[in-house]
């Protein structure tokens, strides 16, 4: 299987998907990012222009990713810009607050809508393009709060658990046509997502850590990762607790 070369990132002024991108540009790759704040991207867009060689192409396109029927326009865009695509990443995503989620049933299914539904589609959207173009890869960000529904986030938890769930049948079902899937999950990275936390422990990673490990196990064909990789013992051990103990644990 080929490399990566000519990369789409959906939700590219994630801090993330920024320090992936970054990377893959100085990886050689071509990179057509894709962010919903126009100012933000135009910015993410400068910078890997600047860190291109001369004949490598970056280009942006803005839009919402929750409006799932512009999915298709924003893949034929990047194909347009590009010359071909063959390695799609999912970057987008949103923490909300879980009281407000229980209060406020829309909102809960807003959430929803943005972590997995949009997630899945733009997925389902790769897979069917990349196998039709001979192959390539899909990388996809969850999070180790998917693992176990917890008390205190399970609104989130239950979208990234579905785009794993979802990400595991893709990658079985297109393991034989030559697409790979790569399934990331991170711990807490100190990101603007979590700029309301207490960012102190050995538990924190930098956006750079995380995307250093994205890149690695891009380029190795890797299918799922914890980032950084102590997580998977830590998940590990939490999935492990019994759930009469594991409910009565405020988590
Ligand atoms: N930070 C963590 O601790 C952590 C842990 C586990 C997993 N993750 C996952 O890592 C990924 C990247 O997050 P991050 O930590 O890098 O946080 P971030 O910097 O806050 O990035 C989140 C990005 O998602 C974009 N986004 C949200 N909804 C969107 C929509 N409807 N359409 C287009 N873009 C949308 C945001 O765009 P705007 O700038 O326009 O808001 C923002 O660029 C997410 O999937 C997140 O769930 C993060």
């Not at 790979?180 to 711990?187: D, I, Y």
């Not at 196990?217 to 980032?227: L, P, Q």
Request: with cysteine; charged share 20%; proline share 4%.
């Amino acid at each position: 299987m080929k490399s990566p070369h000519n990369v789409v990132v959906f939700g590219a002024t994630s801090a993330i998907a920024q320090a992936v991108a970054r990377r893959l540009v100085e990886h050689g790759c071509n990179l057509f990012a894709v962010g919903r704040n126009p100012e933000k991207l135009n910015a993410v867009v400068d910078d890997l222009r600047v860190r291109r060689g001369p004949n490598q192409l970056v280009a942006g396109r803005h839009a919402d990713l929750d409006r799932v029927e512009e999915h298709a326009a924003l893949f034929d865009a990047s194909v347009h810009a590009l010359g071909g695509v063959d390695t799609v990443i999912i970057a987008h995503g949103s923490l909300p607050d879980q009281l407000e989620c229980e209060v406020s049933i829309p909102l809960m299914l807003a959430q929803i809508h943005t972590n997995a539904i949009s997630a899945v589609a733009l997925a389902a959207a790769a897979a069917q393009r990349l196998q039709a173009g001979g192959g390539g890869q899909i990388v996809a960000i969850g999070s180790v709060a998917g693992d176990r529904g917890r008390q205190s986030n399970y609104v989130y938890g239950a979208a990234k658990g579905m785009l794993a769930l979802f990400l595991q049948g893709l990658r079985n079902s297109l393991d034989a046509r030559g697409v790979h899937v790569l399934t990331v999950k991170p711990g807490f990275v100190d990101t603007p997502m979590t700029a309301g936390f207490t960012k102190k422990g050995f538990l924190w990673a930098t956006p750079d850590r995380v995307a250093s490990d994205i890149v690695r196990a891009m380029f190795r064909r890797k299918d799922v990762i914890y980032t950084p990789g102590f997580w998977r013992w830590i998940m590990l051990c939490i999935n492990h607790v019994p759930e009469r103990i594991f409910k009565r644990m405020r988590l």
